[in-house]
């Protein structure tokens, strides 16, 4: 049973654009929704991670929007450049308030940003 | 440099021959976690750990073990290897489950 569903799979977004990656929950005690950056070879790293306490986080370029009553968060990358072109996963635990001891991931999503 | 170390980073072996991934971390995390990554499924994970001597299953801990006696490592351990494990796998730590974890470099494990 998949608690986070990540859509879409692959996007492929011009240089510029909006990359937008939507991801849904079901668990209600969530309280915690990062986001991590895989490229190539790597290991995922965090990129920018949401409270439900607020609708829309920002930093830089990324932007974090957040529906609690519809269970979706979603990420925002404006201005996409091709060194934004790698895996996104989403996550979610409730481990803030609670003592969650997972982060349950989405199954990710290739973004490639072409010129 | 605060990291995550694993190795080795690339393995291949036969089925049923026992292997050991190591997993070390500089952070002083109590929090550490292992996953597999498999194209369309995600990170998925096999087993965590809240502290020394504290483990526990994850989302598909069959066919792997793991041990944590002290809060720096954490190994994770196939007794007896299937080709359906081969993946690329990651250990990861934190100080809680709610903050940034910081994940390896992965190993990349190939079981013919």
């Known amino acids: 049973q998949q608690q986070v569903k990540q859509s879409p799979q692959s996007l492929i977004v011009q240089k510029g654009g909006i990359s937008i990656i939507n991801c849904a929950y079901e668990?209600?005690?969530?309280?915690?929704f990062p986001w991590y950056q895989q490229f190539p070879g790597k290991g995922p790293a965090l990129l920018i991670a949401?409270?439900?306490?607020?609708s829309e986080k920002k930093e830089g370029r990324f932007t974090i929007s957040f529906n609690k009553s519809a269970k979706q968060f979603s990420l925002h990358i404006m201005d996409s450049q091709p060194g934004d072109s790698a895996t996104y996963f989403c996550?979610?635990?409730?481990?803030?308030?609670?003592?969650?001891?997972?982060?349950?991931f989405g199954t990710g999503t290739r973004l490639q940003v072409t010129l | 440099e605060a990291q995550v170390t694993q190795n080795p980073r690339y393995l291949i072996t036969v089925t049923g021959k026992k292997l050991t991934v190591t997993c070390s971390q500089n952070?002083?995390?109590?929090?550490m976690s292992w996953y597999r990554q498999d194209p369309g499924l995600g990170l998925r994970q096999i087993y965590y750990?809240?502290?020394?001597?504290?483990?526990d299953k994850g989302d598909v801990p069959e066919g792997y073990k793991v041990s944590r006696k002290e809060k720096r490592n954490f190994p994770l351990i196939l007794e007896s290897p299937s080709p359906n494990q081969t993946s690329l796998y990651f250990c990861?730590?934190?100080?809680?489950?709610?903050?940034?974890?910081?994940f390896g470099p992965g190993t990349r494990l190939t079981v013919l």
């Open positions: 990861a730590s934190s100080l809680r489950t709610s903050d940034e974890q910081f």
């Open positions: 668990n209600t005690a969530f309280d915690y």
């Open positions: 949401i409270r439900p306490d607020v």
């Open positions: 996550a979610a635990s409730d481990g803030w308030t609670g003592t969650a001891s997972k982060l349950t």
């Open positions: 952070m002083n995390h109590e929090y």
């Open positions: 750990s809240m502290n020394v001597e504290v483990t």
